[in-house]
């Protein structure tokens, strides 16, 4: 966009922490992930005795990396996004896309929320633990989404709040 960044608020300042400490979380799963991944490969192709939890735990991790990074990847205004509109407004146009933007990114949130609760209720009432060889419980994948939604629609909804903090704080 071309409007100056908007300072975050005390809310977004907050979230901005608990999330940045998510991403720490995030990227040592990404180390995590590499050494079972390369443990993987050497077991498979220098030992010739793979082993078989490796892509079930790998999928695991991965869920973590991507849901406890989201919240800080949002904040930092680096995930994927559609600028074709965004990148030519000014102004009250640009708060707006900016706003309708994390408006979005808050629905999304919720409804991967209310899909958590939903999930998490079942697999714990239920005993539902995964078909692969790890048999691991459900629940455990399922609260990693949940928390994850929970965090990435904070960092929304203070995001909306500093920016309607700033458009308040111009007028």
Not at 93 to 121: D, E, K, P, Q
Not at 151 to 167: D, E, K, N, P, T
């Amino acid at each position: 966009m071309s409007e100056a960044p908007v300072a975050p608020g005390r809310a977004e300042r907050v979230i901005g922490a608990v999330a940045g400490v998510a991403a720490s979380i995030a990227a040592l799963t990404v180390l995590v992930a590499l050494a079972v991944t390369s443990y993987g490969v050497l077991m498979r192709y220098v030992f010739g005795t793979p082993v078989t939890w490796v892509d079930e735990l790998s999928g695991y991790l991965v869920i973590v990396i991507v849901m406890m990074g989201c919240a800080s990847v949002l904040l930092r205004g680096e995930h994927i996004g559609v600028d074709l509109l965004s990148v030519h407004a000014t102004g009250a146009t640009a708060r707006a896309l900016a706003i309708w933007s994390m408006i979005a990114v808050a629905l999304f949130s919720a409804a991967l929320i209310y899909s958590g609760v939903l999930m998490l209720r079942y697999s714990v009432d239920f005993g539902i633990y995964s078909e692969g060889y790890l048999e691991a419980p459900m629940w455990m994948p399922q609260a990693v989404l949940f928390a994850g939604a929970i965090l990435l629609g904070l960092a929304a909804v203070a995001r909306i709040m500093s920016l309607l903090r700033a458009h308040r704080d111009v007028r």
